[in-house]
T-cell receptor, first 115, second 111 residues
């Protein structure tokens, strides 16, 4: 089973709202990722977790706050977002953190619209 | 500067025709992945190639990894409308955490 699940599928929020995106994998992978993707562009890396610890933050604004409650779950907390943050948010996982060695598996994404 | 140069950017062909997408770099990659993505969905892994010169086949799709592990190609034989989508190549440079993506190729197969 190479499935990564994400909820919700779609999310519409106002600029003053607080919401969370959720991601889950049961492949025993130790690395989990958040990406942001704009239409017809490749995904852009936001955060990397390795063994439940935040390893990489790609200079993401603090209105995005990641959390890894356990080895299977990854959350992305959203607060005071801007309309330009509207995008497809993708979660991915891989056995370990070395991109050159370990294939990343992506979830179906959450389509976020900020009004 | 994009680490992986993917071409062409757009490809529109008739059902039954063949197509090839290229992914090139000046860097050596430990492995390269090809993903296919439909609008509003996440990228779906098609293949991972790891050995220089490797050729992998997945039904009508053929993937090749260059001998020097700097380039890869995806060839689709007798394309069908179901092959329509955004094709992304992605690679992990040696000893790097970050997956580099090509800009993507939007393939449209007309019935």
């Amino acid at each position: 089973d190479t499935e990564v699940t994400q909820t919700p599928k779609h999310l519409v929020m106002g600029m003053t709202n607080k919401k969370s995106l959720k991601c889950e994998q049961h492949m025993g992978h130790r690395a989990m990722y958040w990406y942001k993707q704009k239409a017809k562009k490749p995904p852009e890396l936001m955060f990397v977790y390795s063994y439940e610890k935040l390893s990489i933050n790609e200079s993401v604004p603090s209105r995005f706050s990641p959390e890894c409650p356990n080895s299977s779950l990854l959350n992305l907390h959203l607060h005071a977002l801007q309309p330009e943050d509207s995008a497809l948010y993708l979660c991915a996982s891989s056995p370990n953190i070395l991109a050159g060695v370990d294939t990343q598996y992506f979830g179906p994404g959450t389509r976020l619209t900020v009004l | 500067t994009q680490l992986l140069e993917q071409s062409p950017q757009f490809l529109s062909i008739q059902e039954g025709e063949n197509l090839t997408v290229y992914c090139n770099s000046s860097s050596v990659f430990s492995s390269l992945q090809w993903y296919r993505q439909e609008p509003g969905e996440g990228p779906v892994l098609l293949v991972t190639v790891v050995t220089g010169g490797e050729v992998k086949k997945l039904k009508r799709l053929t993937f090749q990894f260059g001998d020097a592990r700097k380039d890869s190609s995806l060839h689709i034989t007798a394309a069908q409308p179901g092959d329509t989508g955004l094709y992304l190549c992605a690679g992990g440079p040696v000893n790097d955490y970050k997956l580099s993506f090509g800009a993507g190729t939007t393939v449209t197969v007309r019935a």
